[in-house]
């Protein structure tokens, strides 16, 4: 009697779990937890898609105009996902009268220019401020002197994709106008170091413009181990103006490192009345408990970071607009767009597609507004 007692505890035990396993109890455990940010039912509707091409992370800006201007990725679906972006990505502009969008395409903003440029066949990463009546454009680029891949050829180990990454480098255009024409340097903003956490390759800038218009720049680095590279990690360089000198802060130490910290990437930076703060991937999930979903972390000199208290921002796992909660392939890029000081929509770039950037077959830039106060 007592066995079948111990039997059927242990039988009811199993039921709970598989049921508690069950997709729908899942979906519900992810819809009623509360985030960090307070961000409202993502939108079904892409804020920017384009038919043929992978589409990216984004930076929207409010113009002159009254319209917004969005800056993003794009490169042909003809290559696979990854890792074509390093060598076949442009960045364009595309315009909506809201600022959810949908929006349509404009121009290509910065398109290839030639092996002999530093930014001459990938443009990338793009962020976009204005101020004191001029638009700047903040981005990755890469360069490399072999003819065009075909999709074939380009392939991760490939020796376009080597030297292309380990060329990423962040750099700076100017326009007065969204619509261009883009001035662009020469030369990086923010090149690599010898010796440093950003020796290998600087990529992903959130620059901040502060009060009296110097500048800080949150950024992904990774240095050489050998002649392979590290992990991901963040640090935080400081200019007198957008266009420079920067120079990197905390000694030239990260502010996250990957072998402390665990991989970060993919920062947005900004500045309130609080201080400093960040919401950044936690690409092995050692900071949430969730691969791939946001962080916070808060700083008073933006150069000492705390990772907050209630740390996880968002979910892979969403709410849609139209009562469906489901999980997306991908959650990457995240931007926040503020209006009249206050974050008002969080853009992202999501793909479909579970568990890879290999089982996507579409890709495209969301927007999820924020819960009025």
């Known amino acids: 009697m007592k066995r079948l007692l111990v039997y059927l505890l242990i039988l009811c035990l199993s039921l709970v779990e598989m049921f508690a396993l069950q997709p729908e109890n899942v979906l519900k455990k992810a819809a009623d937890k509360q985030f960090a940010l307070n961000l409202g039912k993502a939108r079904r509707t892409p804020a920017f898609s384009c038919e043929g091409y992978w589409v990216w992370g984004s930076s929207v800006v409010k113009g002159h105009d009254g319209k917004y201007h969005m800056f993003v990725s794009r490169w042909p679906k003809e290559y696979r996902f ?183 990437e993919d920062p947005f930076f900004w500045k309130d009345e609080e201080g400093y703060h960040i919401v950044f991937k936690d690409q092995l999930g050692k900071y949430t408990g969730e691969k791939e979903s946001g962080v916070l972390a808060h700083s008073k000199d933006g150069v000492n970071w705390v990772i907050d208290k209630c740390p996880q921002a968002y979910s892979l796992m969403l709410n849609w607009d139209d009562g469906v909660t489901s999980r997306v392939g991908q959650l990457e890029r995240p931007f926040i767009l503020f209006e009249n000081g206050e974050p008002a929509y969080m853009f992202f770039a999501t793909s479909d597609g579970i568990g890879s950037f290999k089982e996507m077959s579409a890709s495209w830039n969301m927007v999820i507004p924020f819960v009025k106060k």
């Open 82 to 264: 990854h890792p074509s972006w390093a060598l076949k990505s442009e960045i364009v502009h595309v315009v909506s009268d809201t600022p959810e969008g949908p929006y349509k395409f404009s121009d290509v903003a910065l398109p290839a220019r030639g092996a002999e440029y530093w930014d001459g066949r990938c443009t990338h990463n793009p962020r976009i401020l204005y101020y004191q009546g001029k638009y700047y454009l903040v981005y990755m680029g890469s360069t490399h002197p072999f003819e065009e891949p075909t999709p074939e050829e380009l392939t991760f180990s490939s020796p376009w994709m080597i030297v292309a990454r380990s060329n990423k480098r962040i750099g700076l255009a100017v326009a007065d106008s969204p619509y261009g024409p883009w001035k662009r340097f020469d030369k990086p903003i923010l090149d690599t170091k010898p010796g440093t956490f950003y020796s290998y390759f600087t990529s992903n800038p959130s620059p901040c413009i502060l009060e009296d218009g110097s500048v800080m720049m949150v950024f992904k680095g990774r240095h050489y181990v050998g002649n392979k590279w590290s992990g991901m990690s963040l640090g935080v360089a400081y200019a007198p103006s957008i266009e420079g000198p920067y120079t990197v802060l905390n000694d030239g130490n990260p502010i996250l490192s990957s072998e402390e910290n665990g991989e970060a």
